[in-house]
């Protein structure tokens, strides 16, 4: 079987062939994470993408097909915290035809992320993401659909995670081409073109966390084994609820 590779592009991972393939065969190579040796019981193998984030493409017992790491710098820090980026594909570009335009159109409609309750006590709760009320705006037939939501707060594995992880950010989305501009408005209305006439079906699961003040090496292994773990069961229940609904429409 072919492994796919990703091409980075703003933030957004887009799915390509063999072309620019870069594996990495050792731990020592410094392109890859630093954490990459706490990792190695999930590799099958490490990539890296054209722009040098470094690719776990997991064994085969996992649901998602890929995880990207990014690094992302703090504001007014020289720190960073670090982005994880599951690829979860339902349909690629290949196998996608006029048929799957509207199982995309019901599954935009379900992507969340997460909200952080309490000040002492953190609760992690998945609401809808925000930006789906701006995009209902430009296109008055998106369905907002809280069925991932119901699902991912009700399975108490998945809210142990979170709670494990404490996420500066937790999102689920689909994959779309990136859109040159900060006005919201004016992505609105680009993306109404991608609604109607889209390419692809793949989720991005995204998690945020910083990492660097953790110095307990078994604190941090527990983190990374818990974001790979909460990656697995989201990718898993994205799958589950895609046939569900193509199904239905």
Same mark, same amino acid.
């Not at 040098?52 to 085969?60: N, R």
């Not at 689909?174 to 889209?198: G, M, V, W």
């Not at 003040?213 to 895609?242: C, F, M, N, P, W």
């Given at each position: ?9 703003? #933030? #957004? ?43 776990? @493409? ?6 998602? !097909? ?5 690094? &992302? ?17 339902? *349909?690629?570009? #290949? ?10 159109? !019901?599954? &935009?409609? *379900? ?62 989305? %689909? ?8 006005? %919201? ?10 609604? !109607?006439?889209?390419?692809? @079906? ?6 945020? &966390? ?33 046939? *569900? *609904?193509?199904?239905?429409?």
């Amino acid at each position: 079987m072919i492994t796919l590779i990703l091409r980075e592009r703003a #933030n #957004n991972l887009l799915f390509l062939g063999n072309q620019g393939k870069r594996m990495v065969d050792s731990y020592s190579d410094m392109l890859l994470v630093p954490f990459a040796k706490y990792l190695t019981k999930y590799v099958k193998e490490w990539n890296l993408s054209d722009l040098g984030a470094s690719i776990l @493409i997991p064994k085969e017992k996992y649901h998602f !097909h890929s995880i990207l790491f990014k690094p &992302k710098r703090l504001s007014f820090s020289v720190d960073k915290s670090w982005e994880f980026i599951a690829s979860v594909p339902i *349909i690629e570009s #290949n196998d996608f035809s006029d048929s799957h335009v509207s199982l995309f159109q !019901h599954l &935009k409609g *379900i992507e969340c992320e997460t909200s952080r309750k309490g000040l002492l006590r953190k609760r992690f709760l998945m609401i809808s993401s925000p930006i789906l009320k701006e995009l209902q705006n430009e296109i008055p037939d998106l369905m907002i659909d809280d069925s991932l939501i119901e699902v991912l707060n009700q399975d108490d594995s998945f809210q142990k995670l979170l709670s494990i992880i404490s996420p500066d950010n937790f999102s689920i989305k %689909l994959f779309s081409q990136p859109i040159a501009t900060r006005d %919201l408005k004016e992505y609105c209305r680009e993306f109404r073109k991608i609604y !109607h006439n889209p390419q692809e @079906i793949i989720w991005n699961i995204s998690v945020e &966390k910083y990492l660097e003040s953790i110095v307990s090496k078994g604190k941090y292994t527990k983190i990374l084994d818990s974001i790979v773990e909460a990656l697995d069961i989201v990718s898993l229940h994205l799958q589950r609820i895609a046939k *569900i *609904i193509e199904r239905r429409v």
